[in-house]
């Protein structure tokens, strides 16, 4: 099957510090690649969506200056939280579609929870 | 992109068959339905998909009906290890990928 690895699993940091989260796919080339983040007893909320070699596309009210994704190849995309601070701190998952697939079906990474202090 | 509706919580005793419907009525022709699983701190898993009728595989089924406006996820035999929240999506071809998750279906099961 499809994998998806994110690192680190978890990451505590001082607060204005900047975190780098790393989404790979293992096993496929992933063309796009999605950002989630979800709060403790709610739903994921779509944060960005990246494309091999091109800008990701943020969703509204997401800040792109403070939530910098990176998708430089097809089986990598990194987030990395700038200046991050407490209400930051969330889970944070990613995704991707195989290249080529037409069901839209997503592979998950195992998340990575944040927290800052 | 189709919104999803589902029951945000449902309740179950271990061994029975436990039935999670899904309201999609905006619906693209194009649009797969697809079904995860989430448990706490995990990121969510693949269940199951499907675009019409019924898709069988080891875990679950899916029923869809033809207007394909709603779906079913059925989990037979449902153990503790079944409680979890559940999240239907639609999307697929032409980067209409699912993106948008709803609220999703808490699930217990009850010994």
């Known amino acids: 099957g499809a994998v998806v690895s994110q690192h680190p699993s978890w990451v505590i940091c001082k607060s204005g510090t900047s975190v780098k989260i790393e989404c790979r796919s293992l096993?496929?080339?992933?063309?796009?690649m999605f950002w989630y983040r979800q709060f403790p007893k709610q739903s994921l909320m779509l944060m960005a969506t990246?494309?091999?070699?091109?800008?990701?596309?943020?969703e509204q009210g997401v800040e792109k200056d403070k939530f910098l994704i990176n998708h430089a190849s097809l089986t990598l995309s990194t987030l990395t939280v700038t200046s991050a601070h407490p209400e930051d701190s969330s889970f944070y998952i990613c995704?991707?579609?195989?290249?080529?697939?037409?069901?839209?079906?997503?592979?998950f990474g195992e998340g990575s929870r944040l927290t800052v202090l | 992109l189709a919104k999803t509706t589902q029951p945000i919580s449902m309740d179950s005793y271990e061994g029975q068959e436990v039935n999670i419907t899904c309201s999609h009525n905006?619906?693209?022709?194009?649009?797969?339905i697809t079904w995860y699983q989430q448990f706490p701190s995990q990121g969510p898993r693949f269940i199951i998909q499907?675009?019409?009728t019924k898709v069988t595989n080891e875990v679950a089924s899916l029923f869809i009906p033809a207007d394909r406006k709603s779906s079913t996820l059925s989990l037979p035999r449902v153990s503790l290890s079944d409680t979890a929240v559940y999240y239907c999506?639609?999307?697929?071809?032409?980067?209409?990928?699912?993106?948008?998750f709803g609220k999703g279906t808490r699930l217990s099961v009850i010994a």
């Open positions: 096993d496929f080339q992933a063309t796009t």
């Open positions: 499907g675009y019409k």
């Open positions: 905006n619906i693209a022709t194009n649009d797969y």
């Open positions: 995704s991707a579609t195989r290249q080529g697939s037409n069901t839209g079906e997503l592979f």
């Open positions: 999506l639609v999307g697929g071809f032409s980067g209409n990928t699912p993106l948008v």
């Open positions: 990246s494309n091999e070699g091109s800008k990701a596309t943020y």
